[in-house]
């Protein structure tokens, strides 16, 4: 039985492995998200980068055609109108590694998942 590749450990790991063309769109969401979670626990859960404080905050993700951040649905739901010319799942917000990334958006959509995140009272993980 051939042996799986070991799981990246930490989130630039997961970076320095991913396709040579995706790797510009992950440095740029990991700085993003670090900036605006400085104290947030970065971890790697599920094979992809998380944010956690304690809670999920958010993920990303590298793919054949594209990357992907995932700030969880409702936060997605809240920023609908402002996501219309991008692509959209559920969970994720998905760009071309060949477009440029939506800095602002995404620094926009973060905050506002990080302060949602903290004014909760439950003790759920997402």
């Given at each position: 039985?051939?042996s799986?590749?070991?799981?990246p450990?930490?989130?630039?790991?997961?970076i320095?492995?991913?396709?040579?063309?995706?790797?510009?769109?992950?440095?740029?969401?990991?700085?993003?998200?670090?900036?605006?979670?400085?104290?947030?626990?970065?971890?790697?859960?599920?094979?992809?980068?998380?944010?956690?404080?304690?809670?999920?905050?958010?993920?990303f993700?590298?793919?054949?055609?594209?990357?992907?951040?995932?700030?969880g649905?409702?936060?997605?739901q809240?920023?609908?109108?402002?996501?219309?010319?991008y692509?959209?799942?559920?969970?994720?917000?998905?760009?071309?590694?060949d477009?440029?990334?939506?800095?602002?958006?995404?620094?926009?959509?973060?905050?506002?998942?990080?302060?949602a995140v903290?004014?909760?009272?439950?003790?759920?993980?997402?």
């Amino acid at each position: 039985m051939p042996s799986l590749a070991p799981q990246p450990a930490t989130i630039g790991d997961y970076i320095q492995r991913a396709a040579s063309e995706r790797q510009p769109h992950l440095r740029k969401l990991h700085a993003i998200l670090e900036s605006v979670a400085p104290n947030a626990e970065e971890t790697i859960k599920w094979g992809n980068p998380f944010f956690v404080e304690p809670r999920f905050l958010f993920a990303f993700s590298a793919h054949k055609s594209r990357v992907s951040f995932a700030p969880g649905p409702k936060t997605l739901q809240v920023f609908g109108d402002e996501l219309s010319q991008y692509t959209t799942t559920k969970n994720f917000l998905c760009f071309a590694h060949d477009e440029p990334l939506p800095e602002d958006l995404i620094r926009k959509i973060a905050k506002y998942r990080f302060n949602a995140v903290k004014e909760r009272v439950d003790d759920g993980f997402w």
